[in-house]
């Protein structure tokens, strides 16, 4: 199993623009979740799925939609990145709908907005 | 609400000395999970132990130890004989069945060889 893999490692963007961050799992996790990890903050969560067609908001989820139409992908979409969105941004997945299963993080991804 | 507080933000031991890394956490639930992730330089999170509220026997996994006291809400790892491998930062977290994990801000470990 590859585990939870996020794509890209690294990106650069201009204010204003959009991108999606890639995740995906192929361990068959229900649950799956993004989370920003910004100094002295430890991790924040922005949107979380319980499964298939199932979203909600986290924490902090201004700025940012999340969609689940297959178990294996949650994409987490930028719409007018801001400086403020800089940060390393890390998804999740665990097993079953129990929340406090463990979960399992994937490499991140490192965003910077200029 | 809940919280984890890590009040070390660094430490920094020499090789080979035992080193322990506080957590102290806040909730008014029973039930409740409590977490240790390991982030080495490398950026990735490794999930090291995972602990119910209604467990308190403490844990060991060869060099690591974990110490869970529900009278003074903490849940403390040490590490023995520390290595260089073990530099990295480590975070706390807390659950008690909500949608999130709650992370404490994380205490940055050097050992220094």
């Known amino acids: 199993n590859a585990g939870v893999t996020q794509t890209p490692k690294f990106q650069v963007l201009k204010t204003g623009q959009s991108m999606t961050l890639q995740c995906a799992q192929d361990m068959n996790h229900e649950y799956m979740s993004w989370y920003r990890q910004d100094p002295g903050m430890g991790l924040r969560l922005i949107h979380y799925?319980?499964?298939?067609?199932?979203?909600d908001q986290g924490e902090v989820p201004n700025g940012y939609n999340v969609s689940r139409s297959t178990t294996e992908d949650f994409p987490l979409r930028l719409l007018s990145a801001a400086p403020s969105q800089t940060s390393v941004y890390f998804c999740?997945?665990?097993?079953?709908?129990?929340?406090?299963?463990?979960?399992?993080f994937g490499p991140g991804t490192r965003l910077t907005v200029l | 609400a809940q919280k984890v507080t890590q009040a070390q933000t660094e430490i920094s031991v020499v090789e080979k000395e035992d080193v322990t890394l506080d957590c102290v956490y806040e909730t008014r639930d029973t039930t409740y999970y409590l977490f240790w992730y390991k982030q080495p330089p490398s950026g990735e999170l490794v999930f090291l132990i995972r602990r119910n509220s209604f467990d308190e026997q403490n844990e060991i996994s060869g060099r690591y130890s974990w110490n869970f006291q529900k009278s003074t809400s903490s849940f403390n790892f040490t590490i023995t004989a520390s290595q260089v491998v073990d530099s990295a930062v480590y975070f706390c977290a807390l659950n008690f069945g909500n949608e999130k994990l709650t992370f404490g801000t994380g205490t940055r470990l050097t050992i220094i060889p």
């Open positions: 999740a997945s665990s097993y079953g709908l129990a929340i406090t299963d463990t979960q399992y």
């Open positions: 799925s319980v499964g298939a067609g199932i979203t």
